[in-house]
């Protein structure tokens, strides 16, 4: 008996269906992300965000305590108040492994993994094991209401 016969050529090779399969994946996931991105003026106006230079709304400057902080993490960010009236938004992305900081306390961002502490002031190491600190992230401060720019 022949290889041929063995393995019958007819309908698509393994190839063909997973090259199929991706396709149909990524199409799905196109139009999965779609057009309602937020960017018609008259969605942002239903929402009273602001079609363009807006950001994702934080919290409240009341919020955020002195010399203490906050942490976002759906949004990737702790937000810092170093001195009255100063905030500074920072990654939650600890430099040393990658795990999110988890609290905040006496002027310091703490990462519950390994013990690092970031400075609420500048986000420097002020306790390792991290080598680097955490990276800076962009809020605006607009009255009372804090923006993740």
């Known amino acids: 008996m022949s ?8 309908g698509p ?5 997973m090259a199929a399969a991706g396709a149909a994946g990524l199409a799905a996931a196109l139009t999965a992300c779609g057009s309602d991105d937020g960017s018609s003026d008259a969605g942002s106006a239903a929402t ?30 702790v937000v ?3 001195a009255a009236g ?23 961002i703490v990462c519950p993994c390994h013990g690092s502490e970031f400075s609420v002031a500048d986000g420097s190491v ?8 955490l990276p ?5 401060v607009a009255g009372d209401e804090i923006t993740l720019a």
């Open 80 to 82: 810092t108040q170093p």
């Open 13 to 17: 090779g393994r190839r063909a269906v």
């Open 126 to 133: 002020r306790k390792g094991p991290a080598t680097q600190g």
């Open 136 to 140: 800076a992230a962009r809020i605006t």
């Open 3 to 10: 290889s041929a016969s063995l393995h019958p050529t007819a």
């Open 48 to 77: 009273g965000v602001a079609p363009a230079g807006g950001g994702t709304a934080l919290a409240r400057t009341a919020d955020i305590p002195e010399g203490g902080g906050k942490i976002f993490e759906d949004q990737g960010v």
């Open 86 to 108: 100063t905030y500074k938004a920072f990654s939650v992305k600890c430099p040393h492994q990658g795990c999110a900081v988890g609290s905040v306390a006496h002027g310091m």
